[in-house]
């Protein structure tokens, strides 16, 4: 049975947030106004929330998932695991 990788999705989509977090930092060292203020508010803010919960959401799927396969093997396959 083939499993369901989440993790490497999860991964890039940390790393997407990390580079984006990276690359404003750099624009807010050029661009410091309350425009730049309410796009980091209105838009980052909101991007970050939604990645971290995505990734926590993910972790946690992932774990249901592992066991569930876990559960659904006939016991010879379970002690092949090992």
Same mark, same amino acid.
């Given at each position: 049975?083939? %499993?369901?990788d989440?993790t *490497?999705?999860? =991964? &890039?989509?940390d790393? =997407?947030?990390?580079?984006? $977090? +990276?690359? !404003?930092? $750099?624009t &807010?060292q +050029? !661009? ?8 980091? $508010?209105?838009?980052l803010?909101? #991007? &970050?929330?939604?990645? &971290?919960?995505l990734?926590?959401? #993910?972790?946690? *799927?992932?774990?249901?998932? %592992? ?6 093997? +006939? ?8």
């Amino acid at each position: 049975m083939k %499993r369901l990788d989440m993790t *490497s999705p999860g =991964a &890039r989509l940390d790393d =997407a947030l990390a580079r984006l $977090e +990276h690359t !404003w930092l $750099e624009t &807010r060292q +050029h !661009w410091n106004d309350p425009v730049a203020d309410r796009v980091e $508010e209105e838009y980052l803010g909101t #991007i &970050r929330a939604r990645v &971290r919960t995505l990734l926590d959401a #993910i972790a946690k *799927s992932q774990t249901l998932l %592992r066991k569930a396969e876990y559960e659904c093997q +006939h016991p010879r396959e379970r002690t092949q695991q090992l």
